[in-house]
């Protein structure tokens, strides 16, 4: 596997035939995945590399200025994702105001002058070059392979990032999930707590959660978490403990079940699975235990159908 950045600023170049994608892939949804898929598919006809290009700022954060932008998934993870799912090469575009003001035939020369490519593949709604003017119908008028995939749908229309992104912040983990073809993952260090579900007798280890991500509901979750690449469930907690702890500061602690051992200063992947309720303010110690209690054993019940 091979990263390599392009940018107008820099001289670097791929000499290996690809066949690529393009895209931000924000969430690596199942719409994402036929992308990659049919990627694949012509790399290997025509006996080449596959490539993912992608973007690195949001290209919204430079042609519209907006700032804070939360994602499903970080650039980490989208590059995780492409390469387990087979992709051979990821191309990251250094995304500044001279490239979005690039024209759509300039562009696409700036991309093949870096890269020997052999044939493109892209979403029917993408756009590209200056003001979004090019889209899969210019592609399209390429001497070029290039294959458009349409929209890959479900009951309710067509899987989008933003259809996933509203399912998350309301909670609907089961539908993000679908959509997406895998768990909702926040992916952060274990940093020092103040062992106070130690004490309760549901030691949690605390994340700390780029600001980038895309914040769920606040409330109770039943989940996994990945340990050493082994995957254990886990009640998850998003909130401010507003019982015994509380914190100004949006926190996210997960309870690994059956789980003894140190996590300090490990990357942990939290798989969000489903909402189990909203965060509770208990009269006192002895009502949150109560709670927790029944909070396992809804976890360990619920958690047997993913086994």
């Known amino acids: 596997m091979r990263i390599v950045h392009l940018s107008l600023n820099n001289k670097n170049k791929l000499y290996i035939p690809v ?11 199942l719409g994402h995945q036929e992308l990659i898929k049919e990627t ?3 790399a290997e006809e025509k006996n080449c590399n596959s490539a993912l290009i992608t973007f690195d700022k949001d290209p919204w954060e430079i042609i519209r200025g907006e700032k804070d932008i939360k994602h499903i998934i970080t650039l980490r993870q989208r590059i995780n994702y492409a390469v387990n799912h087979g992709i051979h090469n990821i191309i990251i575009l250094d995304f ?6 690039l ?6 020369q700036f991309i093949r002058d870096r890269l020997d490519l052999r044939g493109l593949i892209c979403g029917f709604d993408f756009h590209y070059g200056r003001k979004g003017k090019g889209n899969s119908d210019t592609l399209k008028k390429l001497d070029l392979d290039v294959i458009v995939v349409d929209a890959i749908m479900d009951e309710k229309g067509k899987i989008s990032s933003t259809r996933i992104s509203e399912a998350i912040t309301e ?22 707590g103040k062992h106070l579900g130690r004490g309760l007798g549901f030691p949690t280890a605390n994340i700390k959660v780029d600001e980038e991500y895309l914040c ?24 401010h403990n ?6 100004k500061q949006l926190s996210l602690e997960v309870h690994v079940i059956d789980y003894k051992e140190d996590l300090y200063n490990q990357l942990l992947s939290v798989q969000f699975i ?18 927790l209690e029944q909070d396992l054993r809804d976890a360990k019940r619920i958690l047997k159908a993913y086994e």
């Open 19 to 29: 066949c690529a994608c393009i895209g931000y892939f924000d969430g690596m949804h």
């Open 40 to 42: 694949i598919k012509l």
């Open 96 to 101: 500044d105001k001279e490239m979005s003001d």
């Open 103 to 108: 024209e759509p035939d300039q562009f696409i």
């Open 171 to 192: 909670g609907d983990m089961i539908n993000a999930n679908k959509m997406l073809g895998y768990p909702f993952t926040i992916e952060g260090m274990v940093i020092s």
């Open 216 to 239: 769920p509901k606040k409330g109770v979750y039943i989940g996994f978490v990945i340990i050493d690449n082994i995957r254990y469930k886990a009640m998850i907690n998003l909130g």
């Open 242 to 247: 507003p019982t015994i702890n509380y914190t």
């Open 274 to 291: 489903q909402f189990l309720r909203d965060e509770i303010k208990f009269k006192n110690k002895d009502n949150l235990i109560m709670q």
